[in-house]
Every structure is written in C-alpha cells, then in structure tokens.
Nanobody, 121 residues
Framework: QLQASGGGLAQTGESLRLSCTAS????????MAWFRQASGMEREFVAG????????FYADSVKGRFTISRDNAKSVVYLQMNSLKPEETAVYYC????????????????WGKGTQVTVSS
C-alpha cells in the first residue's frame, strides 16, 4: 500500500514536499516514482528512484527544481518541489515497482491515491 501526502496550494515560485509511505510489500520494492496528471491530460512521469542504490531519474521539465529522495528505514519516498509553476498543477501519484524502473505509467505495478497540488499565479 502506498500512501501519499503533502499536497496543497502554493504560489508560483514556492515549494512543496510530497511524501509517500510504503507499507505491506515495502520489503519487495525495487523502484519508486512520482507521476502527475493534470485535468484532461495523460499521467506523466515526474521522478523516480531505485530503492537500494538511490539512483534517480527526472523528467526534463523538473530537472534542477525537483528532488526525489528516500528514507529506507521508514520506507518513505519524498519529492521536494521547488520553483513551482502554475502548469504543474495536477494530482500527483506515488508509484512503485518490484522489478525494473520505468517512466511509463502503464508499466507501474502499484499506485497510491493521488494528492492534489495546485500552483496559483
């Protein structure tokens, strides 16, 4: 089970930090990621992290502004989002795979419920 939190309202240029706690099958997780889905749009990859090695991946649009990290002991993955833009308003979803890393939403094994991020101009 994946439980995301930390969404909310931010002004342009402000920061938010999302958290996602993995429980139950957390011992079997290989990869965790954040995706987002704006209204009327497809779900898109934002950032991912290999659980054991900490290797990270980012969408080009967020490189340098967003940081994904994890706390192995707590089975928590974070997404620090800085310099937010209005076009990043979306529902953000935590995702996990037990094998393989991916930027494709269709290749994700487990999804958490989304958390809304709204960035006002």
């Amino acid at each position: 089970q994946l439980q995301a939190s930390g969404g909310g309202l931010a002004q342009t240029g402000e920061s938010l930090r999302l958290s996602c706690t993995a429980s139950g099958r957390a011992f079997g997780i290989h990869y965790m990621a954040w995706f987002r889905q704006a209204s009327g749009m497809e779900r898109e990859f934002v950032a991912g992290i290999i659980w054991s090695g900490g290797i990270t991946f980012y969408a080009d649009s967020v490189k340098g502004r967003f940081t994904i990290s994890r706390d192995n002991a707590k089975s928590v993955v974070y997404l620090q989002m800085n310099s937010l833009k209005p076009e990043e308003t979306a529902v953000y979803y935590c995702a996990a795979n037990t094998y393989g890393s991916t930027r494709m939403a269709t290749a994700i094994d487990y999804w958490g419920k989304g958390t809304q991020v709204t960035v006002s101009s």
